[in-house]
């Protein structure tokens, strides 16, 4: 039996890839909102339930289903980052207790929907490359797309339209005198977060199970590559995102997935026990 | 200013007298039920409150003292043999040292972060608890898993009126002991860490050692009502350890007014008993749950207390002058800082 | 030595900016001790590091011949350093009475336990009445005005019975009746009890008045210092 590495090496830089997208979404929150988003995972299931859907109508292309999903989401982000974070943003107890509760709203009604078994969408064949490696052609295409959607926020971000982002996650105080709406730039920005949480939700939809609770294990991963990489570069958090995947994908091949959510667990647990500088310095903001 | 207002004497007197005396007016078993792991469960809010109330840890892991009480139980009881008493007593300091361990790791970090420190933690108990078959019981049945382990008891089947007021026995103790921790110093220190950390830090408070104090005397009180829920079930389960118990704890205290030990005892009482009287499946529980928080969270921040307490001053005729809510707030309700 | 607090070749930078080089100073026992300075000539981050919110990069910092650089600020209060803060930051939730409580319960097993209400002379009510808030014992803190802020800064202080207070601006913005109060508390806890302080401050006068010698930091460096 060939060495099941390389094939952990594809699938996981693949979907790590893919993540990297709700990864940035997840960087953004915590670097203009200022908040742990609690319910990002939920917003990637919101994304894969949305491909579902629309495989289940006979559209089985998550090209299709990531922009519905993504404008699905940028709608509930805003009216959540609206009604909720904005106001509920200087207090400790608020918000993470209220993202979390969104995140089990939303997942127990996709169980309700859904029911809480595995769903899955059958995204045609794969090919099969050199040496028996399967390459599922919606893997591919999940991080091609996400690659380009966050070279563009790159873009973005380094240029002007990007300029009131980077001020409000540097001094919202600046940012304001210089009549800059920041409470609308922060839930819009809430918004997008949440839809490229979704979009990477539906790109990956066809490359594994959809569960009610399939958000969880992504959320701590996005957490773990913006603690480790930092809210500053995009492309340090699409390399650490790659790393994690394949990290994640030998977990579950080699033990089980549910030690790849156990293993991204202890590594939240053993890098806020260590403290990297970004903790501190979001911890510090808050003060 | 004391945390006394609603809570004048006469209502919990008459409360608990309702409470003891519905059992003889003949209900369903299936009601006692109910209100007996009401009864866990609000003394469950009020040991999150001690920690993330009146010593303002969020902690969304408090699941996690509250299982492992109850899972050492069963392990103790049902493969080490060990006599019942015994086996509590173990589990209540178990806890207690899970606390410990809790606080020490969260010390060093600032609010949210907190949260999700203790998330992870629970959530990896819980991990743990669903994915291990411990080993094969008496009678070659797996152990472990979603089922969780069952506990050797002394008696057969207890009677439902004993644990009813067993149980509501068990909360007036338990909360009357938090109460008379969060008013002692040593509450009064936490509330102060809770409020300014900066300024107990100045006035010479090490806050570390506090926090944890916090955690272990929370999670000691979670592990009792751990234990106790064990004893009633008759098992240890892996939703004990669950993300969704320990968001429960974090809903009540929020619905009932963070701080004050009582309120969340009340909210847990009555969202439980609504709910589960009206056997609604969990899923749809634990929507409700966390829709009443949203609304709690977004249009009544300082819980039926705050609510009542800013109603009472306007009311009294003190327009000009709110009292600070739950996070100090000035008229203009900005933050005091 | 007979200083009672001794700082040698402080040194702190945040990030590429050096906000503080080679300060050395000292305290003497007993004595009032000024530091004037612009606005970011590095003054609050010198009384930070001095009362241990901050770690220095460089240097030493003595107290009472113990080197404390690395002791965090409830440590150094225990030891006898207090510090008031230029922005105080109150609690949200207790009374000026539980604040003062709050302060007292380090030092709770070196005296008798008091009753609690402040009342009959125990050393709640002490502190509450040298500072004028006794009247205002019972109002949560977070409705004080800003001069009440400050005595209540000054009662948190005075609590651990000072060897040193540490004071940030704490006379600024104040009027005339409460700084006329503050610095006659300020003047007797010197004299009566021997309790140095090293006051900052931006009002010269202010500081010709109260201290017996003057550091004048600019740019992160003492470059004067003053007797008066």
């Not at chain 3, 409580?101 to 040298?130: F, I, M, Q, Y």
């Not at chain 3, 300020?186 to 500081?207: C, I, Y």
């Amino acid at each position: 039996m060939a060495s099941p590495l390389p094939q952990i090496l594809l699938d996981g830089f693949f979907t790590g890839g893919t993540y990297a997208l709700m990864a940035a979404g997840m960087a953004l929150i915590l670097g203009v909102v200022k908040v742990i988003n609690l319910s990002h995972g939920a917003f990637l299931t919101l994304g894969a339930y949305v491909a579902y859907a629309l495989a289940d109508r006979g559209i089985a292309t998550p090209l299709a289903a990531a922009p519905l999903a993504a404008v699905i989401a940028f709608a509930f982000g805003v009216f959540l980052g609206k009604s909720f974070v904005n106001p509920a943003r200087s207090h400790p107890f608020a918000l993470p207790v209220g993202t979390l509760a969104c995140a089990l709203l939303f997942e127990q009604a996709a169980q309700m929907v859904w029911g809480p078994h595995p769903l899955s969408i059958d995204a045609g064949d794969p090919w099969i490359g050199p040496g028996g490696l399967v390459v599922r052609r919606w893997g591919v295409v999940a991080f091609l797309s996400s690659a380009v959607l966050l070279w563009g926020l790159k873009r973005v971000l380094s240029s002007r339209p990007g300029l009131p982002l980077r001020l409000i996650a540097e001094d919202e105080e600046i940012a304001g005198s210089l009549g800059m709406d920041v409470e609308a730039i922060r839930y819009l920005t809430f918004g997008g977060a949440c839809a490229m949480a979704a979009a990477a939700g539906a790109l990956l939809a066809p490359s594994g199970a959809v569960t009610p609770t399939m958000g969880r294990a992504p959320l701590l991963l996005s957490l773990v590559v913006v603690i480790v990489a930092g809210m500053d570069s995009v492309g340090a958090i699409f390399l650490i995102s790659i790393g994690l995947g394949i990290f994640g994908s030998a977990c579950a091949w080699l033990l089980s997935p549910q030690w790849s959510y156990v293993a991204m667990l202890a590594a939240v647990c053993l890098l806020l026990s260590a403290r990297p500088a970004g903790i501190v310095a979001l911890a510090g903001r808050r003060d | 200013m004391r945390n006394a207002a609603p809570f004048r004497g006469g209502w919990p007197a008459a409360g608990i007298g309702l409470l003891l005396f519905f059992p003889l007016s003949s209900p369903d078993a299936f009601f006692l039920d109910v209100f007996t792991t009401g009864f866990l469960l609000a003394a469950f809010a009020a040991s999150w409150d001690v920690v993330g109330g009146v010593s303002g840890q969020i902690t969304l892991g408090h699941a996690l003292p509250f299982g492992a009480a109850a899972y050492a139980c069963a392990l103790l009881t049902s493969l080490a043999g060990w006599p019942l008493p015994l086996a509590v007593a173990a589990a209540i300091v178990l806890a207690a040292a899970v606390g410990a361990g809790i606080g020490t790791l969260s010390a060093p970090l600032a609010g949210p972060f907190v949260a999700l420190l203790t998330l992870a933690l629970g959530e990896i108990a819980h991990e743990a608890a669903v994915g291990n078959t411990f080993f094969s019981g008496p009678g070659g049945y797996a152990w472990g898993g979603e089922g969780g382990i069952p506990l050797t008891l002394p008696w057969r089947d207890a009677s439902p009126f004993l644990s009813y007021y067993a149980a509501l026995a068990f909360l007036c103790l338990a909360s009357f002991g938090m109460l008379r921790f969060s008013r002692s110093g040593a509450g009064l220190i936490l509330r102060a860490v809770a409020g300014s950390p900066i300024t107990a830090q100045a006035s010479g408070i090490p806050i570390a050692r506090f926090k944890r104090l916090a955690f272990t005397v929370g999670s000691a009180f979670a592990g009792a009502a751990g234990a106790g829920f064990a004893l009633h079930v008759g098992r240890a389960t892996a939703t004990d350890l669950s993300l969704e118990l320990s968001f429960q704890a974090a809903t009540f205290a929020a619905v009932g007014g963070r701080g004050t030990i009582v309120a969340p005892v009340v909210a847990a009482l009555v969202l439980h008993v609504l709910f589960q009287g009206l056997s609604l499946p969990p899923s749809a529980r634990i929507l409700l749950y966390a829709l009443t928080l949203l609304v709690t969270l977004r249009f009544f921040p300082g819980g039926v207390v705050g609510t009542a307490r800013d109603l009472a001053s306007r009311i009294a005729g003190r327009e000009g002058a709110r009292p600070p809510g739950r996070h100090g707030r000035n008229r203009n309700g900005e933050v005091a800082r | 030595m007979n200083e009672l607090l001794s700082a040698e070749g402080i040194g702190k930078s945040f990030g590429t900016t050096r906000i503080l080089s080679g300060i050395s100073m000292s305290v003497a026992p007993g004595e009032p001790v000024g530091l004037f300075g612009p606005n970011g000539s590095g003054k609050t981050t010198l009384v930070n590091i001095l009362s241990g919110l901050l770690l220095p990069d460089t240097g030493t910092v003595r107290f009472d011949g113990k080197e404390i650089s690395r002791l965090p600020l409830d440590a150094r209060y225990r030891l006898g350093i207090a510090r008031t803060f230029q922005i105080p930051h109150p609690y949200p939730a207790l009374s000026v009475l539980e604040a003062v409580r709050v302060a007292l319960a380090v030092n709770a097993s070196k005296r008798k336990e008091d009753d609690g209400t402040g009342e009959d002379g125990g050393p709640t009510g002490d502190l509450l009445a040298r500072t004028g808030l006794f009247n205002q014992r019972f109002v949560p803190c977070a409705r004080l005005s800003q001069g009440c802020l400050r005595r209540l800064e000054f009662a948190r202080a005075l609590a651990c019975r000072p060897k040193l207070l540490i004071l940030d601006e704490i006379f600024s913005a104040l009027s005339a009746a409460d700084e006329a109060d503050l610095t006659a508390l300020l003047r007797a806890a010197n004299r009566d009890e021997g309790t140095a302080f090293l006051l900052v401050s931006h009002n010269p006068p202010l500081l010709k008045s109260l201290c017996r010698r003057i550091l004048v930091l600019e740019e992160g460096r003492i470059v004067r210092e003053r007797k008066v």
